[in-house]
Each structure stands twice: as structure tokens, then as C-alpha cells.
């Protein structure tokens, strides 16, 4: 089993002034070649001179790359796209012949963004987002994907985000969950229709990921049972996901999506999605499933990204416990899965029993070899 840990969000942390915005986003390659490693920061003095592939290379580990970047999205037919930062606030506005929304996000400290506002406050507003989303024009950038591929140098692997199914896009992005409910209660066929029109646009852009050079694609919904219901997911997610992954699976990639919170719910829909690969996994005591309940759940064919609960490299956890995790983990997931810390390094967490559970994972797989 592979040793991939997240390590982003951290070696960001600790290369970053305080007070200042993270420059990369989780999960995202950050080049050798970088001025963020000449930060100081709060970087250990052990690890001052490390990139971050250094630590990959030094211990061992994998390195699994997420590329936000590989498909641009504009506009034509008059709408336009503006993107306003105000400290740690972000607005973005959508300009339509039909008439303007408005969304707005703050900043976490570890650089996530939170939406405090969405574009779509009523039935009228989702008819303004239709004429967007109609005038979306995509154009792809493989030659971004081939440099991180390079960066990696075999180092690793990369995967193409595509971000949310269109119903994902709808409770998580345009209305949020309460509006969202509501919309469908109230107004289904506008709802139906919004929801058809994002999925046929949607698809062009997978069948443009078909056609990157990287093979593996994750579809990225954060699904989570207290947000999107097994209901929901089985009539809203799971036909979109099917249509994805049939167009990817010809083309030859694999297909992943980040199911990174409670999704137990969601166990005996996993054979019906398509999926090869469940990114994130993280068992309890951070969500509602133990990782042997995974392992039973996992239908013929899908692996697993699992990690031991990040919570633990932030509690003084003794590494004694943390090894066992892992422990439990290799055995419940044998030869279907990659273990990590789930699903990424925190920002506050302790390096050091992230080098002994790499050196536990080598050191298992090396005497097994003998």
C-alpha cells in the first residue's frame, strides 16, 4: 500500500507570513521552482530548506497532485464575469442581458473560502444564472497538466478536478441548501430544467477531461449525507455520475470523486455511481463509519484513499495510536487501497508523526517483500 499524504495546506501554513493568504490551493503541486519555499515562516528549523517535493522525495512518499487549472472558463453574449478580493472577502458578480447576481465568500485561515452569499436568491435569479451558464465557453490547457506531470516526475500521479455534479453545484454554489429545498419543492420543472441545462454543459467539459493527458479525473461533490440525503444523491448525483464516468471509462481514465465527511448512508449506492476511486476517506471518530465498515462497502473494482483521522496529528496523540490506525487501515484495504492522513495535513498538525507512520508503512511493506 502507498504512503500519500496531503502535506499542501501545511507546508503552505508554514511558508506563508501571518496574516497573509495562502497562495496554493490544497492538494495543489507546488513547483520546486516556487518563491514560496524562500519563506521562512514558521517552517522547523529541521525542514528549513525543503521544497515541498522534498519531503516526498526525502521520506519516500507519494505525491498526488490535484489541477484546478486545466479548463478556463468565459463568457460570451454579453455576459461577463467579475472577481472583486477585499482582504478575505471575495465577490464574485455575473453580468447577464437578463440581469446581475451576486456571490460572496470569506476566507478561512487555512485559505479555504466559505460562501456567505449565493447567486440565486429566487426562481427569477435562476433563470439570470441559465443565460450564464449558456454563454460558458471552455477551453482546456493540457500543457499544464503535461508540467505538473514533469514536476512529478514519477514522483506521483495528478488528477483533473471538475469540481461538482450539476445538482452538487446547485445546494453547494448558486442557492445553498435551504434555498435549494425549498426551489425544489416550490418550483421543480424550473428546477429540473436549470439542473438539465448545467448537466449537458457539464459533460462537454468531461468530455474535454477525456481528452487531457492525465488518466485519472475526480468529480469533486464533497457529498455528505447531512447535505445531500442518500435520496437526493441516488436521484439527483448518481444518473449524472453514470453519464461521466461511461464517457471517461472510453477514453480510458479513471474516475474519482472526494467523499471526505459522513457518507455511510451512501455505502449501497457506491456500485451504482461508476466510480473507480473514493478520495478523502476518513473514518471515525471524524465521520460516521469505521474503516473496516469501508472496506465491506467498497464494491468489486474501487479503491480507496483512506487516512488516518487528522485530528490525531493535532492532539498529542501518542504515535503508538497512529501507527495502529494505520495498521488497520492496510488490513481492512489490502491491495484496494492508498493510505494517507485524511484527508490532508492540517495547517496546525504535527509533522514529525506523519514521518513515523511513513517510516511504519515502509518498514511493514519492505519486511513482507523479504
Same mark, same amino acid.
Given at each position: 500500500?502507498?504512503?500519500?499524504?496531503?502535506?499542501?495546506? &501545511?507546508?503552505?501554513?508554514?511558508?506563508?507570513? %501571518?496574516?497573509?493568504? %495562502?497562495?496554493?490551493?490544497?492538494? +495543489?503541486?507546488?513547483?520546486?521552482?516556487?518563491?514560496?519555499?524562500?519563506?521562512?515562516?514558521?517552517? %522547523? *528549523?529541521r525542514f528549513k530548506d525543503f521544497t515541498l517535493l522534498d519531503f516526498h522525495r526525502t521520506f519516500d512518499w507519494g505525491f498526488h497532485a490535484?489541477?484546478?487549472? &486545466?479548463?478556463?472558463?468565459?463568457?460570451?453574449?454579453?455576459?461577463?464575469? =467579475?472577481?472583486?478580493?477585499?482582504? &478575505?472577502?471575495?465577490?464574485?458578480?455575473?453580468?447577464?442581458?437578463?440581469? @446581475?447576481?451576486?456571490?460572496?465568500?470569506?476566507?478561512?485561515?487555512?485559505?479555504? &473560502?466559505?460562501?456567505?452569499?449565493?447567486?440565486?436568491?429566487?426562481?427569477?435569479?435562476?433563470?439570470?444564472?441559465?443565460?450564464?451558464? *449558456?454563454?460558458?465557453?471552455?477551453?482546456?490547457?493540457? /500543457?499544464?497538466?503535461?508540467?505538473?506531470?514533469?514536476?512529478?516526475?514519477?514522483?506521483?500521479?495528478?488528477?483533473?478536478?471538475?469540481?461538482?455534479?450539476?445538482?452538487?453545484?446547485?445546494?453547494?454554489?448558486?442557492?445553498?441548501? $435551504?434555498?435549494?429545498?425549498? +426551489?425544489?419543492?416550490?418550483?421543480?420543472?424550473?428546477?429540473?430544467?436549470?439542473?438539465?441545462l448545467q448537466e449537458a454543459r457539464d459533460l462537454e467539459v468531461i468530455r474535454l477531461a477525456g481528452d487531457a493527458p492525465a488518466r485519472l479525473?475526480?468529480?469533486?461533490?464533497?457529498? /455528505?449525507?447531512?447535505?445531500?440525503?442518500?435520496?437526493?444523491?441516488?436521484?439527483?448525483?448518481?444518473?449524472?455520475?453514470?453519464? +461521466?464516468?461511461?464517457?471517461? !471509462? *472510453?477514453?480510458?481514465?479513471?474516475?474519482?470523486?472526494?467523499?471526505?465527511?459522513?457518507?455511510?448512508?451512501?455505502?449501497?449506492?457506491?456500485?451504482?455511481?461508476?466510480?473507480?476511486?473514493?478520495?478523502?476517506?476518513?473514518? +471515525?471518530?471524524?465521520?460516521?463509519?469505521?474503516?473496516? $465498515?469501508?472496506?465491506?462497502?467498497?464494491?468489486?473494482?474501487? @479503491?480507496?484513499?483512506?487516512?488516518?483521522?487528522?485530528?490525531?496529528?493535532?492532539?498529542?496523540?501518542?504515535?503508538?495510536?497512529?501507527?495502529?490506525?494505520?495498521?488497520?487501515?492496510?488490513?481492512?484495504?489490502?491491495?484496494?487501497?492508498?493510505?494517507?492522513?485524511?484527508?490532508?495535513?492540517?495547517?496546525?498538525?504535527?509533522?514529525? %508523526?506523519?514521518?513515523?507512520?511513513?517510516? !511504519? =508503512?515502509?518498514?511493514?511493506?519492505?519486511?513482507?517483500?523479504?
Amino acid at each position: 500500500m502507498p504512503f500519500v499524504p496531503d502535506l499542501t495546506d &501545511w507546508y503552505a501554513y508554514h511558508r506563508t507570513e %501571518p496574516g497573509r493568504m %495562502p497562495e496554493y490551493c490544497p492538494g +495543489a503541486l507546488i513547483p520546486d521552482a516556487s518563491s514560496i519555499h524562500e519563506c521562512p515562516g514558521t517552517m %522547523p *528549523e529541521r525542514f528549513k530548506d525543503f521544497t515541498l517535493l522534498d519531503f516526498h522525495r526525502t521520506f519516500d512518499w507519494g505525491f498526488h497532485a490535484h489541477v484546478y487549472d &486545466w479548463c478556463e472558463t468565459s463568457y460570451t453574449n454579453g455576459v461577463e464575469r =467579475v472577481v472583486e478580493n477585499r482582504e &478575505w472577502e471575495r465577490l464574485i458578480t455575473l453580468r447577464t442581458p437578463r440581469g @446581475c447576481l451576486v456571490h460572496r465568500d470569506q476566507r478561512a485561515a487555512d485559505g479555504s &473560502w466559505c460562501p456567505c452569499e449565493h447567486f440565486v436568491k429566487s426562481i427569477e435569479d435562476l433563470r439570470i444564472l441559465d443565460c450564464a451558464i *449558456e454563454s460558458e465557453v471552455y477551453t482546456p490547457h493540457y /500543457d499544464r497538466v503535461e508540467s505538473v506531470l514533469a514536476e512529478l516526475n514519477g514522483l506521483g500521479q495528478c488528477d483533473l478536478v471538475v469540481y461538482r455534479s450539476p445538482f452538487g453545484k446547485l445546494v453547494q454554489e448558486y442557492m445553498g441548501f $435551504e434555498g435549494a429545498i425549498y +426551489a425544489m419543492a416550490d418550483e421543480p420543472d424550473a428546477v429540473e430544467g436549470f439542473l438539465a441545462l448545467q448537466e449537458a454543459r457539464d459533460l462537454e467539459v468531461i468530455r474535454l477531461a477525456g481528452d487531457a493527458p492525465a488518466r485519472l479525473v475526480i468529480i469533486s461533490d464533497h457529498a /455528505d449525507e447531512n447535505l445531500i440525503a442518500p435520496p437526493m444523491y441516488k436521484q439527483h448525483c448518481v444518473p449524472y455520475y453514470r453519464k +461521466a464516468t461511461s464517457i471517461l !471509462h *472510453e477514453k480510458g481514465k479513471f474516475v474519482s470523486t472526494h467523499l471526505d465527511g459522513n457518507f455511510k448512508g451512501h455505502f449501497a449506492l457506491l456500485q451504482d455511481t461508476g466510480f473507480d476511486l473514493l478520495d478523502g476517506c476518513t473514518p +471515525a471518530p471524524m465521520s460516521n463509519y469505521e474503516v473496516e $465498515e469501508l472496506a465491506a462497502a467498497l464494491p468489486d473494482g474501487m @479503491c480507496a484513499f483512506c487516512g488516518v483521522p487528522a485530528t490525531f496529528f493535532c492532539q498529542d496523540i501518542p504515535v503508538e495510536q497512529i501507527l495502529t490506525f494505520g495498521d488497520r487501515i492496510i488490513d481492512a484495504l489490502r491491495g484496494r487501497g492508498v493510505l494517507n492522513v485524511g484527508d490532508i495535513v492540517p495547517a496546525n498538525g504535527n509533522i514529525e %508523526p506523519v514521518i513515523a507512520l511513513g517510516e !511504519h =508503512v515502509n518498514c511493514r511493506f519492505g519486511k513482507q517483500d523479504e
